[in-house]
């Protein structure tokens, strides 16, 4: 099972930061505006279901060997529903009306939560691997 949790944990880790520094910002340097901002609203969707599955299975597989990090990952989940099913149609509500103050609220502290779920991560990460 600790094999299972480390790789879990590992995907999590690689390809929420893989998403948030190499495919948005790949996007929004390769594409126009006008076509990158749909392109990055139709993904993120499917980015935030990736991040909830990928830290719900790893809190399932770390909760006998490390309930901290266990707790860890659940929080990563938890809050992973709340900037799916709440932040980001706030987000796109902003992008529509063209409240470009609200967006830049609302889009800190998407990119907050992203830095916090790497954070969080990484410390299961090292714990699991039993780096100290």
């Not at 995907?11 to 594409?31: D, E």
């Amino acid at each position: 099972m600790l094999v299972f949790a480390l790789l879990t944990t590992a995907l999590l880790f690689g390809g929420t930061v893989l998403y948030s520094f190499g495919f948005a910002a790949f996007v929004f340097t390769a594409l126009p505006a006008e076509t990158a901002g749909p392109l990055i609203r139709r993904a993120f969707p499917h980015f935030y279901t990736f991040v909830l599955a990928t830290s719900v299975l790893a809190a399932l597989a770390t909760v006998s060997r490390d309930p901290l990090s266990s707790a860890l990952l659940g929080a990563v989940a938890v809050t992973t529903i709340f900037a799916r099913q709440i932040l980001m149609p706030a987000i796109n509500r902003a992008t529509d009306r063209g409240d470009k103050s609200r967006f830049k609220v609302l889009h800190t502290a998407s990119v907050l939560i992203t830095l916090a779920h790497i954070a969080a991560v990484a410390v299961v990460l090292v714990r699991l691997a039993g780096v100290s």
